[in-house]
């Protein structure tokens, strides 16, 4: 089945850092998914985005679908910005299966 | 509702016993995704329904685990004989259709712990 990789899996920002969370699939994706899971266990869905770029306020996002992966960019990070980055690729190949990456863990100093 | 709604928030039961987890998803949302997450992990995909039916289910890990959607709305996930290896985070999600074509919201959760 599709592996999905992110990296890195740590993260350490100072306040007003700007970041690049990357996240690599080993086969062609019919959905890209990033979330954000804050620290009180919410998952919060930050783009859909299976191809081309999207931004919303300081964090944007690129899917070049046919390299298989996925950034996603944090600029002048805050402190509300630290929790756990997923992304979650699906495929239709053989039914459906969305596969969630391990995740990378960011904590924003003040 | 606003929101996707997952009842209890925390279950803690003994092992052996049965147990139900509700999910009620966004008004309106056809498509609903019951995910497990252990600690440190990313979440795991269980089930997935278009309306009343399971579209998709391998990610169910054993015939201990079922989920219903009766009336193409709230969802319930149900446990039997739970074993202590069950114990984690049950996610529910929902989305306006297709998950090819679109993003989903989860709830917050139901914790569960079997002790």
């Known amino acids: 089945g599709i592996q999905v990789e992110q990296s890195p899996p740590d993260l350490i920002l100072q306040e007003g850092a700007n970041s690049t969370l990357r996240c690599n699939f080993s086969?062609?994706?019919?959905?890209l998914q990033w979330f954000h899971q804050n620290p009180w266990g919410q998952l919060i869905n930050l783009f859909y985005?299976?191809?081309g770029t999207k931004q919303n306020g300081r964090l944007s996002a690129t899917t070049v679908a046919t390299e298989r992966y996925s950034l996603l960019y944090i600029s002048s990070s805050q402190t509300t910005d630290s929790g756990v980055y997923f992304c979650?690729?699906?495929?239709?190949?053989?039914?459906?299966?969305?596969?969630f990456g391990a995740g990378t863990r960011l904590f924003v100093k003040a | 509702g606003a929101g996707v709604s997952q009842t209890p928030s925390n279950k803690v039961t003994e092992k052996g016993k049965y147990v139900e987890l509700r999910c009620d998803p966004i008004s309106g949302h056809t498509a609903l995704y019951w995910y497990r997450q252990s600690l440190g992990q990313g979440p795991e995909f269980l089930i997935y329904?278009?309306?009343?039916?399971?579209?998709?289910d391998s990610g169910l890990p054993n015939d201990r685990f079922f989920a219903v959607r009766p009336e193409g709305s709230v969802s319930t996930l149900k446990i039997q004989r739970t074993e202590r290896g069950d114990s984690a985070v049950y996610l529910c999600?929902?989305?306006?259709?297709?998950?090819?074509?679109?993003?989903?919201?989860f709830g917050s959760g139901t914790r569960l712990t079997v002790v």
């Open positions: 999600a929902s989305s306006l259709g297709e998950p090819a074509n679109y993003g989903y919201t």
């Open positions: 329904f278009q309306g009343t039916g399971a579209a998709d």
């Open positions: 979650a690729a699906m495929t239709y190949t053989g039914g459906f299966k969305t596969i």
């Open positions: 985005i299976p191809s």
């Open positions: 086969d062609s994706v019919n959905n």
